[in-house]
């Protein structure tokens, strides 16, 4: 629920810049500039503000963008989120992805290529992303679906214990099975009818757009000191996906 | 004349938003990081040219990378800043109703206090007197934590403080808010939340800029009304007992 109160009269016409080409004469020139002054206002509220949400990795509800920036504005509402796309790209380097069609969600996603190298920043995020991949790679290669019995298991070869408070990770499950799932990294299934509950892991719609099969396979291929081909059925489905991207 | 903005920017400008608050060397080292990472050209001089080009394209946001001097050692340090908000509102999202109630009640406090600080006790008796909600101590404790945490609020024996990270934030919103109040450094004429304060006329100094401004002076005299300067010059008196130490007894401290 969005908090923020803005200041009036902003005059955000000595910031505006962005004037569309081929003005309507037949519309008084005031009035036009004005409203383009304030779709222009509406633009840097729509980026702001899907900035604050992505900073939780909070999916975006197309509702929330209209009831809290958008508002009686409806009209330009591709217009709004087209530029605001634009900018996002240009200045930040983020990238607004629909991420359910159906029902109007988005979320923004890093356009910057990944660097290699030395990374003293954002150790907690590394690290984060560390066991984030591996798991990503365990479903892959696994055929794209596990148990949840199955990945526990497996994590416990690296001493990663769901019920055990982890040095780096505190609660695995509470990160595993809600943020991860929240972020929408993972997708976590009930299986009907089994007792007790089981559960299916699969990638979630951002790890799709975020990074990829081949990659995946190639960091599978890098940590055993293996060609990616050793495993061809993988390695096939890899290409066959990045062929369709 | 700013010039376009490469990956290395965005890059540069991503890690400033997460880190919330980044230090200067931390800064320079992640603007070498980043140039080198997306192939840029690169300068160790050139950071403030760097951080011109980004600032120059976050203008029409009413967004800005801005420089802001910590009130404890003096050095550097970067957040990316909100123009257009006039109230707390990036910590809006945050925090719920009664959270934001509560930091504007102990910023209150510490802004209004003599030395910058509010004590543990001060802010907990607050908790109880919230419009809102009346919130528990042990909870009241529980989110002063989370400030100190998020960078808004540091702590020192028992005592909190604006953190860098608020004042770089906040600086024009508590200037214009509690503008008879808020004190300003006479010397490098920002935001002063903890301060020497003059006890003749009452001008007052952030701690880091009186030890520059009284460097090397024996006798150190107020630049406002110049009466000796009452306050311990920080670093002074242990630089002294230190060296009567080595003479007197021989010791080296």
């Known amino acids: 629920m969005s908090q923020r109160k803005r200041s009036k009269g902003l005059g955000a016409s000595q910031f505006s810049t962005q004037m569309t080409d081929g003005e309507d004469d037949s519309i008084p020139t005031q009035v036009k500039r004005q409203s383009q002054d304030q779709v222009n206002q509406k633009v840097s509220e729509l980026v702001q503000f899907l900035l604050v949400k992505d900073q939780k990795k909070i999916p975006i509800k197309r509702a929330d963008i209209l009831k809290n920036i958008i508002r009686e504005y409806k009209n330009a509402y591709s217009e709004i989120v087209k530029r605001a796309d634009r900018t996002l790209q240009e200045v930040f380097g983020l990238q607004l992805v629909e991420m359910d069609t159906k029902r109007h969600i988005y979320i923004l996603i890093n356009n910057l290529p990944h660097a290699e190298g030395q990374h003293p920043y954002r150790a907690k995020e590394k690290e984060k992303n560390g066991l984030l991949l591996v798991i990503l790679s365990f479903i892959f290669m696994k055929g794209n679906s596990v148990k949840d019995s199955a990945l526990w298991e497996f994590l416990h070869l690296l001493r990663v214990y769901p019920g055990k408070e982890h040095s780096v990770f505190g609660d695995v499950k509470k990160l595993v099975t809600e943020e991860f799932v929240r972020q929408k990294y993972l997708e976590i299934t009930p299986t009907p009818l089994t007792d007790p509950p089981e559960f299916k892991f699969q990638w979630g719609p951002r790890a799709e757009k975020e990074t990829s099969k081949k990659d995946v396979l190639n960091f599978v291929a890098k940590m055993q000191g293996k060609d990616p081909t050793f495993w061809a059925s993988q390695f096939s489905e890899a290409e066959a996906s990045q062929a369709n991207t | 004349m700013a010039a376009q903005m490469t990956n290395a920017h965005r890059r540069f400008l991503q890690v400033l938003m997460s880190n919330g608050i980044t230090e200067g060397s931390e800064a320079r080292k992640l603007h070498q990081h980043c140039c ?59 925090y719920t109703e009664i959270e934001l109630e509560l930091f504007r009640k102990t910023m209150d406090l510490i802004i209004l206090s003599e030395n910058g600080f509010a004590s543990s006790t001060d802010i907990l008796n607050l908790a109880d007197q919230l419009k809102t909600k009346k919130m528990k101590k042990k909870e009241a404790e529980q989110v002063l934590k989370v400030f100190v945490e998020d960078k808004w609020l540091s702590e020192k024996n028992g005592e909190y403080t604006l953190h860098t990270r608020c004042i770089i934030e906040m600086e024009q919103y508590i200037l214009s808010n509690y503008q008879d109040v808020a004190r300003k450094c006479n010397i490098c004429h920002s935001l002063a939340i903890q301060s020497q304060v003059c006890e003749s006329c009452g001008i007052g100094m952030h701690l880091p800029c009186v030890r520059k401004y009284f460097r090397g002076q024996t006798e150190p005299r107020c630049p406002g009304c110049n009466e000796f300067w009452s306050c311990d010059t920080p670093g002074t008196k242990q630089r002294i007992f230190k060296k009567l130490n080595v003479i007197i007894l021989g010791n080296g401290l």
């Open chain 2, 36 to 94: 080198e990472t997306d192939k840029v050209y690169y300068a160790h001089d050139k950071l403030d040219d760097f951080i011109s080009t980004i600032n120059t394209n976050l203008q029409p946001l009413f967004m800005q990378i801005r420089k802001g001097i910590s009130e404890d050692n003096g050095r550097a340090h970067y957040a990316v800043v909100n123009l257009a908000e006039t109230e707390v509102t990036k910590m809006a999202s945050d």
